[in-house]
C-alpha cells in the first residue's frame, strides 16, 4: 500500500519550506501555513523506517475536527483543509515549550514515578500511586521544544519563566488555554466511551500578537487514550489499561530493544505490523470522531495532494 513518506512541493506563492517529524510545513504568501500530514511514525523522537498507510490523513481529520470542536474556548490558526492530508492556517510564531497536560499517571510519568521520583517539572506527585492511576487532579509537565533529532526535555514552569523562554503574562495564557482544551478534550473522549490520559498542545502568535493553538490537538500522536469501561476493574487487578495511542508502538520498540539510543538498531517493521498500526489509527479515528473513517485515495497520494492545493490556491 502507498504511503506518504515525503513531499517536494513549490506552490504559488511559496516562500519557504520546513519537514517536521511527522509533518511538512510550507509557508506561503499573505501571513499563511500550509502543513501537509505524512505517514512517517516516530517514536523516542526517531523517525521509524516504514510509513503507516492513511495515518497523515488521521491525524490531519481528527486535528481538524477536534479544532472546530474547541474554537469557542481557545482561538486557533486552522482556516482549511483543501485536502484529507493538508490544513493551511495563519503563520505563526511558536512558542518554545510543548504543553504537556496529564490526568493520569501514564507513559513518561510512570517511567520516572517508577525509578523513584516524585516530582515532575516542578510538580509534587503523591506517594502510593500505580501506574494509570487517576491523578488527584490534571497537572502540566512542559517540555522545551527538541531541534530536530535531539529529545524533548522536561522543563519546570518556573524554569521556563527565569530563563525567559516565554514571558510570565503569555506562559499564564497558556497554562489557562491548556487546561480549557484538556477539560473540553476529556469531555469529547468521555462521550465516546473514552478516557483522555494525557496529551500535549503546542501555540503560536500570530503576526498581530494573538495567542493561538497550532499544529495537532487530541490525535493518537500527541495524546493517549484509554478505554473506559473496565478501566476500575483493571486497575484493580493490576491488569494493563486497554488503550488507544501510540503508546503500543513504543512498547514494542522497547521489547525488541530499542530506545532511540544512539548505536541501536530500529527492529524490523514486519508487513504485518505495519498494519496492525494502521487499523489502530483508523479505530482511534473512528472511536473518538463517532464517525466512520473514509479512506481517501492513495493511489498517487502527492499528485492528488497537489492537484487540491492548487485548485484551493487557484
Known amino acids: 500500500m502507498q504511503t506518504l513518506l515525503a513531499t517536494n512541493y513549490q506552490f504559488p506563492g511559496q516562500k519557504n519550506y520546513y519537514k517536521g517529524k511527522v509533518r511538512e510545513v510550507y509557508t506561503l504568501e499573505n501571513e499563511r501555513l500550509l502543513m501537509v ?49 493538508v490544513a493551511v492556517g495563519k503563520s505563526c510564531e511558536p512558542f518554545k515549550v510543548e504543553m504537556v497536560i496529564r490526568g493520569y499517571l501514564a507513559g513518561h510519568a510512570a517511567r520516572e514515578y517508577k525509578a523513584g521520583k516524585r516530582e515532575l517539572c516542578g510538580v509534587k506527585l503523591p506517594e502510593g500511586l500505580k501506574e494509570n492511576d487517576q491523578l488527584p487532579q490534571p497537572i502540566i509537565t512542559p517540555a522545551t521544544k527538541a531541534e530536530q533529532g535531539d529529545h524533548d526535555e522536561d522543563i519546570s514552569r518556573g524554569d ?8 510570565e503574562e503569555e506562559y499564564k495564557v497558556l497554562e489557562d488555554y491548556t487546561q480549557k482544551l484538556f477539560a473540553r478534550g ?20 500570530t503576526q498581530d500578537g494573538e495567542i493561538v493553538l497550532i499544529d495537532e490537538i487530541h ?58 498500526v494502521s487499523k489502530r489509527y483508523i479505530e482511534l479515528y473512528e472511536k473518538i470522531t463517532g464517525e466512520e473513517f473514509k479512506k481517501a485515495p492513495i493511489e498517487n497520494i502527492e499528485k492528488r495532494i497537489e492537484e487540491n492545493v492548487l485548485e484551493f490556491l487557484g
Open 37 to 85: 500530514a505524512t505517514d512517517r511514525l516516530s517514536a523516542f523522537d526517531v523517525i521509524l523506517p516504514k510509513g503507516i498507510p492513511y495515518k497523515g490523513q488521521i491525524l490531519n481529520q481528527i486535528a481538524t475536527k477536534m479544532m472546530r470542536d474547541t474554537q469557542d474556548l481557545v482561538p486557533n490558526w486552522l482556516e482549511a483543509t483543501p485536502d484529507p492530508n
Open 160 to 167: 521556563i519563566i527565569k530563563r525567559q523562554i516565554v514571558p
Open 186 to 205: 476529556t469531555e469529547i473522549a468521555a462521550s465516546r466511551g473514552l478516557i483522555l490520559v494525557d496529551t500535549k498542545y503546542e501555540f503560536g502568535k
Open 219 to 276: 490525535t493518537p500522536d500527541s495524546s493517549r487514550y484509554f478505554y473506559a469501561d473496565g478501566y476500575e476493574e483493571r486497575q484493580k487487578t493490576g491488569e494493563k489499561q486497554k488503550q488507544l495511542s501510540k503508546e503500543f508502538v513504543r512498547e514494542w520498540l522497547l521489547e525488541n530493544g530499542f530506545q532511540g539510543k544512539e548505536r541501536q538498531q530500529i527492529p524490523e517493521m514486519s508487513a504485518a505490523f505495519v498494519s496492525s
